[in-house]
Every structure is written in structure tokens, then in C-alpha cells.
């Protein structure tokens, strides 16, 4: 792969993760259905490519690996529930830019709970996406939806950045096919108890934007993502994924007319410009590391 096919391939993953919180408004059904119907979906299309390409299963999965893709696995249903319960009470931009704030918390776990060093430049990027989420939130009244909606989406961050963090720290030696074929099965496990009596319910054309979601905006996508970053650092990739949110607003105002407001959009801004500077500065520190 060339760095410009590795280029087109992570911007492609990016409009495919800004896509996610579309199908969650077009199913119409419960966060936890969407969430173990997704999983499912991904998991098949992942079984069948790993079978295809022989890709080992088991290998490498000892009890404390075993463990780590268990917790990963329940903080990513965690962190899909929440985010599509945002979608559903406050639209997908609103919960897109929540979701937006999971580098933030990535910072505040590894600093509290790995006892990683935090720079002042970290603190400042953390300082800014919390001024932009004050600017996000719609009123500070919980009896107000998108408020409601705005708060399920910073939850869905927080758990998105444990899911990090757990991965980071733990399933490092695995493939990243194992660990998402894994994680995606401990989501179905999870949600499914919850959302069973509901898929009798779906109408044909949720089934479809449920197999697009999982298959496309799940599998294809994390496929994607690696493939890209044999020949791209995680630093540029990252700084590409950031933009996830302006493609989500993006396709949420042509597709359901979900204008954000002003003051949202500069409360957005900030984020995602704190979001790629911090990746600028990881990529630029990562030459001299390697001196």
C-alpha cells in the first residue's frame, strides 16, 4: 500500500465512523438492540475474512489477555449504548462532538490510574476541549433533552477511553482481527439478553442499515484502519479520525436537516483543533524519540 491508497483508505474509515451515528437515528429501535445487532454483524464479517485469509482465532489468548478482551469488550458495549442513546434523545451532532471529548479522558485515566506524566501542553489541550464541550452543552438544565443527550454522549467518550486504555495496556501482542472479532462477540454477549425480544420487531429496512452499520461501518472499517496504518503512524492516522465529528455533522444536516448552532460549532472547533494538535505534537516528538 502507498502512502497516498493508506491516505484515501483512513479518510474513508473516518467517513464510515461519521456514519455510525446516522444509521443509529435511522434504526428505529433501542440503543442496546442497534448495539448487539452491529456487533453481530461485525463479528460474522470478520469471522469469514480471518477464515479467508487464515487468520488465526485462539492463538496468543492466554487468561490475562482473555480478561483484558472481556473488560475492553463490555466498556465498548458501554460506550456504543450510551453513544446511541444520545443519538436518539439530543441527534447525531450533539452526540458526535460528546463523543469527541474521549482524548480528554484518555489524558485523565492514563494520568490517574497509569500514573503517566501529564506536560502543560496536555493539560491546555484538556483545558480546551472541556471550554468547547461547555460551549457544546445546550443550557445547563438537565430537564432540557439535548442536555440529557449531550451527558449520554460524554459518557459514551469516558467509556470509549477505558476501552483505550484497556486495549493499550493489554491485548498488545494480538492481532487487532483477534481482539476486534473478540470484542465485538463480549458486545453481543452483553447487549443481547437485553434487546432479544426486540428484533422481532425490525422492520426490513432496519435489518439493512443494521447489516451496513456492522458490516461496513464496523468491520470494514476497523479494516481499514489497520490497513492504513502499516504504511501511516497512529499519530497521523488519529489526526485524521478526528474528523470524524465534521463528516458526522456534515452527512446529519443533508440527511435529517440537524443544523447545530453557532455557538456549537465553535464550541466543536475548539475540540477537534485541540484533538489534531495534540496529534501533531505526538507525531512530531515521535522522530526525535527514535533518535
Not at 469488550?73 to 453513544?83: E, K, S, Y
Not at 476541549?129 to 432540557?144: E, I, M
Not at 448552532?261 to 516528538?285: D, F, H, P, T, Y
Request: hydrophobic residues 60%; positive net charge; contains cysteine.
Amino acid at each position: 500500500m502507498t502512502r497516498k491508497s493508506a491516505l484515501i483508505s483512513i479518510h474513508l474509515a473516518a467517513v464510515l465512523f461519521g456514519l455510525t451515528g446516522i444509521f443509529g437515528e435511522l434504526i428505529q429501535g433501542p440503543a442496546s438492540l442497534i448495539t448487539a445487532g452491529r456487533a453481530a454483524f461485525a463479528v460474522l464479517s470478520l469471522l469469514v475474512f480471518m477464515r479467508w485469509q487464515g487468520l488465526p482465532l485462539w492463538r496468543g489468548i492466554d487468561g490475562r489477555s482473555a480478561l483484558a478482551l472481556i473488560g475492553a469488550g463490555l466498556m465498548l458495549a458501554i460506550h456504543w449504548v450510551t453513544f446511541f442513546i444520545s443519538v436518539k434523545v439530543s441527534g447525531v451532532a450533539i452526540a458526535t462532538l460528546g463523543f469527541a471529548s474521549f482524548p480528554a479522558f484518555i489524558t485523565l485515566t492514563e494520568w490517574l490510574v497509569l500514573r503517566e506524566r501529564v506536560t502543560r501542553t496536555e493539560w491546555l489541550i484538556l483545558l480546551l476541549v472541556s471550554t468547547g464541550l461547555v460551549l457544546v452543552t445546550p443550557s445547563f438544565d438537565f430537564r432540557d433533552e439535548a442536555t440529557i443527550g449531550l451527558a449520554w454522549a460524554i459518557a459514551s467518550g469516558l467509556s470509549f477511553a477505558l476501552f483505550t486504555v484497556i486495549n493499550r495496556k493489554a491485548a498488545a501482542h494480538l492481532s487487532a482481527y483477534q481482539v476486534a472479532g473478540w470484542e465485538n462477540l463480549i458486545v453481543v454477549l452483553a447487549t443481547l439478553p437485553f434487546s432479544l425480544g426486540e428484533f422481532g420487531g425490525l422492520a426490513a429496512t432496519d435489518w439493512l442499515w443494521l447489516a451496513l452499520l456492522g458490516i461496513f461501518c464496523t468491520a470494514l472499517s476497523h479494516f481499514l484502519l489497520v490497513s492504513s496504518l502499516v504504511v501511516l503512524n497512529a499519530r497521523s492516522a488519529g489526526i485524521v479520525i478526528a474528523l470524524e465529528p465534521v463528516y458526522a455533522i456534515a452527512f446529519a444536516a443533508a440527511l435529517f436537516a440537524q443544523y447545530p448552532g453557532v455557538r456549537a460549532l465553535i464550541g466543536g472547533a475548539i475540540m477537534i483543533g485541540a484533538i489534531v494538535w495534540s496529534g501533531l505534537r505526538s507525531a512530531e516528538r515521535s522522530p526525535r524519540k527514535a533518535q
